[in-house]
């Protein structure tokens, strides 16, 4: 079994930064797919970024060039570095994990973007 554990989350004023790391733990791969997804109110969890074992990354337009997932610190952990964050990012954002065919999902962090 694979946990991930998200943090991070919080509230920023419009224009603002933060980013978002996913602890993992459990089973070591060599092969998976990492991703960020989120759910605001009232709608469907959507894909905001993922990233390959290979390193292949890719992003939802509506995030693409102010969000950038990354493992720069260590395999185990996966990062979301979310700049110009608007008030429509506002939403859980749940940590992913991809392996042999099964879903491995966090508990989820709340982000809020208000003034």
């Known amino acids: 079994q694979v946990q991930l554990v998200e943090s991070g989350g919080g509230l920023v004023q419009p224009g603002g930064s933060l980013r978002l790391s996913c602890a993992a733990s459990?089973?070591?791969?060599?092969?998976?797919?990492m991703g960020w997804y989120r759910q605001a109110p009232g709608k469907q969890r959507e894909l905001v970024a993922t990233?390959?074992?290979?390193?292949?990354?890719n992003y939802a337009d509506s995030v693409k060039g102010r969000f950038t997932i990354s493992n720069v610190n260590a395999k185990n952990t996966v990062y979301l570095q979310m700049n110009s964050l608007k008030a429509e990012d506002t939403a859980v954002y749940y940590c992913?994990?991809?392996?042999?065919?099964?879903?491995?999902w966090g508990q989820g962090t709340q982000v809020t973007v208000s003034s």
């Open positions: 459990g089973s070591i791969f060599s092969t998976y797919v």
């Open positions: 992913n994990r991809k392996v042999l065919g099964y879903d491995y």
């Open positions: 990233m390959t074992s290979g390193g292949s990354t």
